[in-house]
């Protein structure tokens, strides 16, 4: 690879993960002044709260699940070999089935909920649930805009290295191998596009796991116990096809340690943050109600639009690998989605 896409992916990785970092801190701070602002004229609820033991060891315990989820991914790529390569790619299709699941059953639904709840403002009622399917619009713009200059610019940085090259057989320095930066025309992918939508997809994730931590760690007792296990298992599974995707990124380790990194964290987090506010948390507020079903408007777009348009474009429909697959193997993947989607559709009764 040469060092200008070394650098390229050493730059770009780092800010869209801040960009992450620094979204779920403005969304915490954007629930903690809300709750501020409104609690002169609209007070909380005083329902059973979990003990401080209770929320603590059900951080931890999210914490654990995540990480497993993580830790699985990171030791089936890190140890990849020819005999694990269908493994692999049973993996994918399983998380490929988790990610869809989640924007369906998880997101779409919350978010409907949410722009349907009778305490939004009258501005906001009067577009009702409209409002779900423009903002996960809105999503899928921003993300298919953000792509597009990513491939515009590796365009840019490929005609460069090409004019430099020329150079270089002109003057008789022209190295022995080249490694073409962007893809020939019969590729449907462009090295960097796959790094852009994984780092995509974890931003819409985080801001799930934010939204459901938060909500978990203002929530009564009797409900807390419920949602522990259910939840715990939501993100194994999502762990695992996070993991799987960062894994297969064709950047450095230190890199994907971050990717990897982030997910376990961002839930205990949210937990820790909502049992801290419960206290002055009201459920009815209307800046509350909208900040969820816009987020989760925003995650289930991204998804959406990744899942579907790279994901299961990139590794099924268009992926020369996959058509070399026996028929029973194939059957096997799609079977593996299937799973994946069902793994999450049954936690989401529950959550």
């Keep these: 690879m040469f060092p200008e896409t070394q650098s390229l992916a050493s730059t770009s990785l780092p ?20 709750h501020h602002s409104r609690s002169t004229s609209l007070s909380a609820p005083q329902l059973p709260q979990p003990t401080d033991g209770g929320y603590i060891h059900g951080a931890l315990l999210l914490l654990a699940a995540s990480s497993t989820g993580i830790a699985f991914s990171m030791i089936l790529v890190n140890r990849r070999s020819e005999s ?17 699941s989640t924007a369906w059953i998880h997101l779409l639904p919350s978010a409907f909920e949410q722009f349907s709840n009778p305490s939004l403002d009258p501005y906001w009622k009067e577009y009702g649930t409209n409002h779900v399917g423009l903002f996960a619009l809105i999503a899928t713009f921003i993300v298919q805009r953000i792509e597009f200059s990513a491939k515009s610019a590796m365009s840019q940085l490929n005609g460069r290295l090409d004019a430099r090259t020329s150079i270089q057989m002109e003057s008789g320095d022209a190295p022995c191998e080249e490694t073409p930066l962007i ?4 590729s449907s992918s462009y090295p960097g596009n796959k790094e852009v939508t994984v780092v995509l997809l974890e931003i819409g994730i985080l801001f799930h796991s934010a939204i459901m931590g938060v909500t978990l760690g203002v929530s009564p007792s009797d409900a807390f116990s419920k949602l522990i296990v259910p939840i715990c298992f939501h993100q194994l599974f999502e762990g695992m096809a996070l993991g799987v995707l960062v894994g297969g990124l064709n950047v450095s380790k230190s890199h994907k340690r971050v990717l990897w990194g982030l997910y376990p964290i961002a839930t205990p987090i949210a937990v820790g943050i909502g049992a801290a506010i419960r206290s002055i ?22 998804l959406f639009y990744n899942t579907y348009v790279e994901l299961m474009s990139e590794e099924v429909v268009h992926s020369l690998k996959f058509h070399t697959y026996s028929q029973g193997f194939k059957q096997v993947c799609f079977l593996a989605m299937y799973l994946g989607a069902a793994s999450m559709a049954i936690v989401g009764i529950w959550v």
């Design 281 to 302: 948390y009201n459920p009815d507020s209307p800046a509350i109600i909208l900040a969820q079903g816009i987020l989760e408007a925003l995650s289930a777009g991204i």
């Design 15 to 34: 800010k869209l993960a801040l960009a992450a970092v620094l979204a779920l801190a403005l969304l915490h701070l954007s629930f903690s002044l809300s």
């Design 183 to 186: 893809a020939p025309a019969t």
């Design 84 to 100: 694990l390569d269908g493994f692999v790619q049973l993996s994918k299709m399983f998380g490929i089935g988790v990610l869809l």
